[in-house]
């Protein structure tokens, strides 16, 4: 009798993990048949899977973990600026000591515009706590006139004076409605990332994000760095 209830236990324990694993390969399935959609009508180019553009660039969320992978690509272009939005994921794994190992899977929302030329590197984040501490031992952080963006953001950059330029008062002010949001200037490239998936939503706000910033550049940016 026993024998039985327990197979019982493990046959219904079997269909609902193939339940659970159902509803969330229909789930994906409708995101990305959304994705598909959306890209078609907005004459973006879609692909399922392309993981070439995991190795495009250097920083976060990239160069972690294994297992890399960019899916529900779309590529087109966004007014004069060359654009990609992607669902990148990467996997980390730790062990208990104990021969316990444990894998996480790590996934963001990615958006890139291409630059008319190269800049040099620039990058804000929100600030939160783990930065603050970080900010108290030393790491390099830009400080800029806005105190308010100072709170709200870290900002890193290889030239103190191209962070100044680019992130304006008006740029600044905008971004301060964005602050879930992390972006960075890359050679001729400027990405954002932010945690979770990618939906058509989240990619029209990501890529005129990037867009608004990229636009606010002032003119004598690009002469001194042409």
């Known amino acids: 009798m026993r024998g039985s209830s327990f197979f019982l236990l493990v046959v219904a324990a079997a269909a609902a993990i193939a339940l659970l694993a159902y509803r969330n390969w229909k789930k994906e399935r409708q995101r990305r048949d959304l994705l598909f959609v959306w890209a078609t009508n907005s004459g973006y180019t879609f692909s399922v899977e392309d993981d070439s553009w995991c190795e495009r660039w250097q920083g976060a969320p990239f160069d972690q973990g294994d297992h890399r992978r960019a899916r529900n690509v779309v590529t087109g272009r966004l007014a004069d600026f060359p654009l990609t939005a992607f669902d990148y994921s990467f996997e980390t794994h730790s062990s208990d000591g104990r021969g316990s190992r444990t894998t996480t899977t790590h996934r963001f929302a990615v958006a890139a515009l291409q630059l008319p030329g190269y800049l040099p590197t620039l990058q804000v984040t929100p600030e ?70 990618m939906t058509p939503a989240v990619a029209v706000a990501m890529s005129s994000t990037l867009q608004r910033v990229a636009t606010g550049i002032p003119s004598f940016v690009w002469k001194d760095h042409s």
């Open 128 to 197: 939160n706590l783990l930065t603050r501490i970080g900010n108290a031992i030393g790491l390099d952080d830009v400080e800029l006139e806005s105190e308010e963006f100072n709170r709200a953001f870290r900002v890193h950059a290889t030239d103190r004076k191209f962070a100044s330029d680019v992130l304006t008062p008006r740029t600044m002010e905008f971004l301060l409605t964005r602050r879930d949001f992390s972006w960075r200037i890359e050679g001729a490239d400027i990405i954002g990332w932010q945690n979770g998936e």
